[in-house]
């Protein structure tokens, strides 16, 4: 059974630090390209930062950018969201999400898993 669980979320001052953590059992990780996502209340979940499957590439979305570093331990089965310079805008859930993409004869496939969600609050 696939388990994705986050943790080190809380309460912060704007312009603080947090590091999420993702422990994921039950896949093999090194094989699966790991995300961070988040949902703000009354707003749709939104992507925040990714890393692919062998720690080469990493993207982040525009509000990231510069803020957030995403990093992956394989051997610890682990991704990290390293968080600076937060601001009330970051307030949301965030989630971890592992995705793997299979070509077969009949088509490309992707199966994605998610977390349960760590919560983020930053005060003004």
């Known amino acids: 059974q696939v388990q994705l669980v986050e943790s080190g979320g809380g309460l912060v001052q704007a312009g603080g630090s947090l590091r999420l953590s993702c422990a994921a059992s039950?896949?093999?990780?090194?094989?699966?390209?790991m995300a961070w996502f988040r949902q703000a209340p009354g707003k749709e979940r939104e992507f925040v930062a990714g890393?692919?499957?062998?720690?080469?590439?990493?993207n982040y979305s525009d509000s990231a950018k510069g803020r957030f570093t995403i990093s992956r331990g394989n051997a610890r089965s682990t991704v990290y969201l390293q968080m600076n310079s937060l601001k009330p805008d970051d307030t949301a859930v965030y989630y971890c999400?592992?995705?793997?993409?299979?070509?077969?004869?009949?088509?490309?496939?992707?199966?994605?898993?998610w977390g349960k969600g760590t919560l983020v609050t930053v005060s003004s």
């Open positions: 999400n592992a995705r793997v993409v299979i070509g077969r004869a009949t088509g490309v496939y992707a199966t994605d898993y």
């Open positions: 039950g896949l093999t990780f090194s094989a699966y390209d």
């Open positions: 890393i692919n499957w062998n720690n080469i590439y990493t």
